[in-house]
Structures are given as structure tokens and as C-alpha cells.
């Protein structure tokens, strides 16, 4: 037990992708205060709203301490063995009946933000051996994985702004001051973008709203939703026209610029101007400061990649920077390095697929091994062999998160049998008959597995927990339905799953000629790294064999897990360095900027554009720096003040459609319609509306109370499950074709 005095503890926040530093001041059993980490190595002492919130959570009455199984309609409180039971007995009657197919897994967002999801959800999805696999990566980032995969080999090959040395920040569809940045981790990315302008540096931004960071930046440009991927082929096309295209080193190991040349020479800022809504000479000059830049750091987020063209997108991204000489160099884009990555990389590889298997309804490719989270309720409510009839969902939330809600809603209903882990009962495990609480982020260690790999400058900082657990920890509970799922039994011991883990991490080191331990007894090992408890002792082993560690004693001053927790600001691993071509896995050995799936899709944009523009509003989404996701609404200091869920309107619309500031209205989409509020603001580009996401919290049988009673609506109500980008399978949430009806009574 942990000791009963006052105490400080230092961790990283979990809440959000910029893993600040807390300092966290402990009275016995109890949280007095939460306040920054000025020591902290990469934060320096700022951190957000959330970050303070991190004891609300904690003691939230309303987070499930114990399993809740589905008796009669309602949920009650049993203990864990009974709730293991309760799975294994109609979940793999169902698998024996339906086949593996039959039941699928969902995995949300605050999976990357922990060790265990990170670690053991991998297991749990061999051991159900199911194709339908879905997450919240297809309303969110997989743009980003799939462009990268293409260009670089890898979808985890992703490039960072360089934003500590940059003289030229261009970031489009993000909003950092808000978000504290995304794919990009940067605490007190505010500050970042501050010091920028005070070396004279220039920051642009490009949005279809003045958000805090535009209205922060040197220059805010608007531009209609939807088409950042024809400003920035646009972009490309001025370069090379203007003979600006210089790729610098890189030209060494990179293939089909020429092809790139021809497809993007039809693509002229004259001719997408007036769909962007950006005037053509001002597209030049941006595409010239770009080029001419002494660096320029480029960074594009769900703005950009929630759309048709999100992954073409997310490409033109890294090609405007590898076009510009801004890849892989100082001040530009780089790849960072984490302390648990490989610390061999072998350039060449086998590359990336997608499209390997196809989606029993409508035939949608996989991506990442993954279907899109828009066809998740097409697999449930069409009949049929292969029909989906039970779901495993892992800290997710769907019904607010994923395209055409309310069918999935309805969908989700229809299941014969449903596991939720997860600390609520929120609107998605609502329908859940078994759900399976894990400890609150307070209970367990942390280290970003994830987050690291995408910092803007390269450390390493572990947590250790700061209260003991009241229960099984994360692992624990996805190890126990990993041995249920593939036969094993509920009463099998969860440690032969750390055990597996552990051996497989060992076997390929001790096995591999080029490693420092090679030919050592994993027995040895393993004695070392059991030193931990899982599932740190995993990450051990990836730390002393990451490109910092120690290799088992073979590099004395190397790191481990336990040489990171002896300082608890975290250790600087130094600034981002070059690291191409190393990282390419590409079969060539090379960067390939004109992949064929890329080139093709300049066919569809070229039509895309060719058609004409609508002349609706289109809906697009917002963040707030107090709500990452939806189940952050059920704390009170995080929802409180005025009313944020409601729909932003500039005052042309409001005035030609005849509504006032602060009346309801319905937005209305080929989906569905909401009741919503209407905030009058020029803050937005006309013909562009927006909601914020994750809210919609009055879904009866939840046990949210602090969100029932700020339950805002649901924007997801309205975006169409038929809309996705076709190369990543993401959802397109934003540019959404709405229009506005009057709610007054008739």
C-alpha cells in the first residue's frame, strides 16, 4: 500500500496527445492539488485545464469501480469472477454458433494514451480471430498512417514539425491552441508557436474559422472546407511552374518526382481558386514563402484528414515539404526517436497494403487490418452469413464518435451479446451486457508509448502509479478476455499473457546476429526485466533494447525503465536529428512520392472539381481545450461556465436565413437532424457552420450525471456513414452539406 503522508508525485498527463509533466500533490489517500511540472523536461511547468481535472476523474462517483452485468434490462454490480463468467458463457456459444466472424471489436481513442492498450489489446484481437476489427482511427488520423505508408513504407513512419527551430510554421485543419496539438506532441504548443514570432519566425494558419491559434498567427487564411488537398496540389503545381522544386539530399533515394510534375500541372491555382475560396495570387505567395522560407515546418490535422481527399491530403503534406527541401531537416519535418523504438532499422522492406481483404457488406477495403467505423453498423443490422452478432469495445464510444450515430445506436441494440471495458457507463457500453471497469489513470504506471514517437523533440518519462489499484489493472482484464476468447478458460491465470509478451519481445533480440544480445539466455533476461510487473516489464525490455538502452548491461550508460523513473522530470534525449533513409521500408529502398494509389486518386479530385460547387453551408467540427473526449464531459470543472455545444454561424447566413443569436434551429442533413442553439459569430468563414463533437450526453440508461445534465447534441447525428475517403476508409466529418430549419411551432 501506498504510504499514508503527504507526498509528491510527478507524471505525465494522459488526457491529451502533449504528455505535459504533473506535479501532484498527495494528502494520505487523497489529491490536494495538481499543478504543472516546471521541471519537467519537455512542458517546463505548462499544462491545461484537463490536466488539473486528472483528481475529478479519479474520484468521480459515477466511474465504475466494479463489473456491471445486464440483468432484466439493467445493469448490476457483481464481482469479477462472476463477470468473466458471464462472458465466457454466452460469448463463446456465439463464437461456436456464428463463427469468429461474428463477432467484432472496437478500440477507442484513450487505447494509445496507456501502456495496456498499447500492449495487450494486440493479443486480444488474435485470440478472437475476427476480420472485424474497427476503431476510432477511421474518424480521426488513419489518413495520415495510409499517406505515410505509401511514401515511406511504414504507416508509423510520420514526420513532425520541427517547430522549436523553424523560421515558417503552415499548419492547416488544426488548432493547437485548443487541441494542445495532434500527431504532433508538443506541450504548450502556444508558447512553441510565441517563440517562433519572437526569432522573427512567421506562423499561418489555415482554417474556415479564426480559432485561437489563427487569431494567434501572423496570417489566417480562410478556406472552404474540404479542399486543403486542391490548395496544396495547387501549391505544388506553383512550384514547379516557378522552378522553385528543390528536394536537396533527398534526391538521392527518392522516386517519381517527374510524375508528380505532370499530374499536379492541371491543378493551377486559377482553377481551384474559387472552389477554396482562396484568390490565386494569394495561393502563389503562400506557395512561394513555403519554397523560399530559410525552413519551413508544414502540419496538417483532422481538418484536413476528416475529408474526401484526406489521405491525397495528408500526402501533398510531405510533398510540399519534400519539394521544398523541408523534409528530414532541421527547422522542417522530421521523425523523432523514441526510446522504445527499434534501435536497428534496415532500410527496404515488404512496404504497405492495403485492401487485403474486403468488408462483407459493402465491400470496403481493409486498411491497417482495419474496417472503416462507418460500415460498423452495416455488419450488424444487414442479415446474412457473417452478420455481426456480438461486439468486444475497449475504451470507446461510438455512438458519439463514428457517422450516422443514431444507427448505430439502434444497431448496437440488436446484438446478442456485448463486452464494454470501460470506466462508464456511457452512451455506447449502455448496451453492453457485461462491462469491465479498469483503474482510473491514477492507479497505473504511464509511459507514452505512442506519444513519443511523435515529439517534437526526443524524451522519455515514466510514471509510476500514484494509488494502489482497487481492482485488476487494464492488462489484467484485457489478458483475462484474451485466455476466455482463445479457449483457455475464465479461470486461466492472466500472467501467461505478460509471460508470452515477455518471451516474444526476448526471442527475436537473442536470435538476431546484428543484436548486442545475441546468444544470451532469455532466462537471464527475463530474470532482469521480471525485476517489474507487467506490464512495465515489457517496456524494460523495449527501453534497454531501444536505440538509449542499456542492451541487458551491454552499454553502461544506456537506459532502462528503471534509470528513466530515477528522474522523474523525465530525461531529454536531445533535439530531432535526420534519420532518412534508414527509416524507409519502402521495397525500392526509397522514398516513392508518386505511389500508384496517390497518382489515381488525382483522378477522382480532378472530377471532384470538374463537377461544380454546392452553395449550402457545410458543417464543420470544433474542439475546446477542456474536452478531448466525450467522457471528459462528466467533470463538473471541465463543462462548466457557458454553454459550448451550440452551433457557430457567421451573421451573413444568420441574417439570409432569418435566425437570431441564441435560437434553436434544426440543422438538417441527408442523415439525420438535430435541435441546436445558434451563436451568431464572424469568427467563422460564411457558408460554414460548426459544432463541437463528442457531446449528446441524453441517452437513458447512462450513468453520466455531470453530462446528462449538460448533454449538448450529438453533431455525428448528422454526418453520412456513406462518405469516406476511399484510400484510408476514414469518415468524412467535416464539409458535411447542411441546411437550416426553423424549429419555431408552425
Sequence with gaps: MAEAENRIAHRTCPLCEAACGLEIHV???????????KQHVLSHGFVCPKGVSLDRLHTDPDRLRRPLVKRKGAHVEVDWDEAYAEIEERMLPLIEKYGRNAVGIYLGNPNVHNQAGYLYVRPLIKSLATRNIYSSSTVDQIPRQVSSGLMFGSPFTMAVPDLDHTDLLLLLGTNPFESNGSL????????????????????????????????????????????????????????FEEGLADVGALGKFLNGVEEIAAVVSRFAPERVADRCGIPAPRIRELAVEVARADSAAIHGRIGIHTCAFGTLASWAVDALSLLTGNLDRRGGSMFPRAAHSPSIVSAGGSGFQTGRWKSRVRGLPEVMSEFPAATLADEILTPGEGQMRGLVSVAGNPVLSTPDAGRLDEALAQLEFMV??????????????????????????HYDVVFTTLAVRNFAHYSPAVFDSEGPSEGEILSKLTLIFGGQGA??????????????????????????????????????????????????????????????????????????ASHPHGIDLGPLEPRLPELLSTPSARIELAPPAILADFGRLDAALSEGDSSGLLLVGRRDIRSN??????????VSG????????????????????AEEILLVSRAGRIQVVVEVTEDIMPGVVSLPHGWGHDRPGTRLGVAQAHAGVNSNVLTDSERMDPLSGNAVLNGIPVSIESARPS
Design 629 to 638: 473526449n466525450s467522457w471528459m464531459h462528466n467533470i463538473g470543472s471541465l
Design 27 to 37: 494528502e494520505g489517500e487523497k489529491v490536494s492539488r495538481i499543478r504543472g511540472d
Design 491 to 564: 479461470g486461466a491465470d492472466p500472467g501467461a499473457i505478460d509471460e508470452m509478451l515477455l518471451r516474444g519481445l526476448l526471442e527475436g533480440h537473442v536470435a538476431d546476429e546484428e543484436s548486442p544480445v545475441f546468444g544470451r539466455e532469455i532466462e537471464e533476461l527475463l530474470a532482469v526485466a521480471k525485476e517489474h510487473p507487467a506490464p512495465d516489464a515489457m517496456l524494460d525490455v523495449m527501453i534497454r533494447m531501444g536505440p538509449y538502452g542499456d542492451a541487458f548491461g551491454s552499454r553502461a550508460d544506456g537506459l532502462s525503465i528503471g534509470k528513466i
Design 420 to 445: 464494454s471495458v470501460d470506466i462508464y457507463c456511457n452512451e455506447t457500453s449502455r448496451h453492453a451486457d457485461v462491462i469491465l471497469p479498469p483503474p482510473s489513470p491514477l492507479e497505473r504506471s
Design 184 to 239: 504532433c506532441t508538443a506541450p504548450d504548443f502556444p508558447g512553441r508557436i510565441r517563440a517562433i514570432q519572437a526569432r522573427g519566425g512567421r506562423v499561418i494558419v489555415v482554417d474556415p474559422r479564426r480559432t485561437r491559434t489563427a487569431r494567434a498567427a501572423d496570417d489566417h487564411i480562410f478556406i472552404r472546407p474540404g479542399t486543403d488537398s486542391l490548395l496544396l496540389v495547387a501549391m505544388l503545381q506553383a512550384i
Design 642 to 661: 457557458k454553454d459550448r455545444c451550440r452551433l457557430h454561424l457567421h451573421p451573413r447566413d444568420a441574417a439570409s436565413h432569418g435566425v437570431a443569436d
